[in-house]
């Protein structure tokens, strides 16, 4: 647990002066660069929208430390108790395999976020953001809980729990440098296999043909896989279907919260509280329609 906690073993911390770094860069070239045909129309930065999102990433700080010591116990426990095998960490091939396998158990879990409603209140914070740049991409929900259960998986496979907090943190890292205006189409080859600022921008858009596409967290082959990519063939128009038009931390983190717990007490039968709950985003029930084509009385609870 102390390794667990401890900043100098956790990747993230030695990548924060370079994400800093890039910011600063991604400000100047923005400026300086504008004339290029690569930056027209670019979101550029907002003071507002750029502070929000840094303090967004702060307070994820604290959320993700709360997830990793919820978490460690359970995993450690299946590591031990139920996974038939251990995988030797010091074989050559055993960073690569781990690295591959949260990403695949990250690329459900993203998508899981997005289809279904108590998913989708933690992460609509993530794109919240009308502006796409490194600083969007510290825009981090405060309540990652469901990732808990899309890692079982892993200890159960006999992969350590402390190799899956390194091998997520080098996914974090990765992540930061796709969500940028400033980088084109990489050659065709990495487009192929890799999660790319092209890919990314697409699934930060919310026009009709970009929506829950590209979940992608470093390898784009399972949205290719499983049905869910989308090439980007224009500018996205950024930020969420509804914007919150809001720069409120804890409205931007709990408010779609709030609205599923009114719409949930407001329900009068347990089929729409389970379709508040579960179903997609947005989601609303059917009207009841009496024999006559008429609305009907308020059926009785299930």
Do not use: C
């Not at 750029?50 to 997830?67: D, F, H, K, N």
């Amino acid at each position: 647990m102390h390794d667990l906690l401890d900043p100098a073993k956790n990747p993230v911390t030695y990548a924060i002066p370079f994400f800093l770094l890039s910011i600063a860069l991604e400000l100047a070239a923005l400026k300086w660069l504008d004339h290029d045909d690569r930056f027209n129309g670019a979101t550029g930065y907002l003071g507002r929208d750029a502070r929000t999102s840094l303090l967004m990433g702060l307070g994820s700080i604290v959320t993700l430390t709360l997830l990793k010591v919820m978490g460690f116990f359970g995993y450690l426990w299946l590591y031990d108790h139920v996974a038939p095998f251990h995988v030797d960490t010091g074989a050559w091939w055993y960073w690569p395999a781990v690295l591959v396998a949260l990403d695949f158990f990250y690329y459900w879990q993203h998508r899981f976020v997005h289809r279904v409603n108590v998913g989708w209140a933690a992460h609509q914070a993530h794109h919240s953001s009308e502006y796409m740049n490194f600083a969007t991409a510290l825009r981090q929900k405060w309540n990652p809980w469901w990732e808990l259960a899309f890692w079982v998986p892993l200890p159960l496979l006999g992969f350590p729990p402390w190799t899956l907090y390194v091998a997520f943190g080098f996914n974090l890292i990765y992540q930061f440098f796709v969500h940028t205006e400033t980088i084109d189409r990489l050659p065709r080859p990495i487009e192929l296999v890799f999660n790319t600022p092209s890919h990314h921008r697409v699934h930060h858009g919310s026009d009709p043909e970009y929506l829950d596409k590209n979940y992608a967290g470093i390898l784009i082959v399972w949205d290719r896989m499983f049905g869910s990519f989308v090439q980007e063939r224009q500018r996205p128009r950024y930020g969420l279907t509804k914007p919150v038009g809001t720069y409120n931390l804890i409205k931007l983190q709990y408010g779609d919260y709030a609205q599923i717990f009114r719409n949930v007490r407001g329900a009068t039968r347990w089929r729409d509280r389970m379709g508040y709950l579960f179903g997609p985003p947005g989601w609303e029930p059917r009207p009841v329609i009496g024999v006559r084509g008429a609305p009907a009385p308020n059926e009785p609870a299930l």
